[in-house]
């Protein structure tokens, strides 16, 4: 119920939904991604990464996201343009994948491009490419 009363005035639907460590994520039809809560392992960008509570206050994350995946310390979105994106704290599967390996990142980068679904694990995604080859990484 807190996604339905937090989105009760909104003129805009929500198609996904996904939650991290004390943090949710909010996908809108208009392609919007939302998130709010504590941010003890800066999932949620641009906030500070301390264990702070914030669920009055909800950040934009991107404005063009398709779907949206939330591991133990990362973050991942496909956006339109079938990229899939990552972010969050060094050791986990999305950092593996790109050019961030070795350190951690606020905002979401790159790290794959025709992509059109993924499962995370703990410390392993698994992508399907738009041609329908199966990528691991970690």
């Not at 996904?18 to 994520?25: A, I, M, N, P, R």
């Not at 060094?90 to 950092?95: I, K, P, Q, R």
Request: with cysteine.
């Amino acid at each position: 119920m807190l996604c339905g009363a937090a989105f009760a005035d909104s003129e805009v639907g929500i198609t996904d939904v996904s939650c991290g460590d004390g943090s949710v994520f909010v996908l809108l039809e208009n392609g919007k991604l939302i998130a709010w809560g504590e941010n003890g392992r800066g999932l949620i960008p641009g906030q500070d990464s301390r264990k702070n509570i914030k669920f009055d206050k909800r950040d934009l994350l991107m404005s063009n996201a398709k779907t949206v995946f939330i591991g133990e310390k990362c973050g991942y979105a496909i956006n339109t343009a079938n990229e899939l994106l990552g972010w969050g704290e060094d050791g986990d599967a999305a950092l593996l994948c790109g050019n961030v390996y070795g350190r951690s990142t606020k905002d979401p980068v790159k790290l794959m491009e025709n992509i059109s679904y993924v499962a995370i694990g703990s410390e392993h995604i698994a992508a399907i490419t738009g041609s329908g080859e199966l990528v691991f990484c970690g």
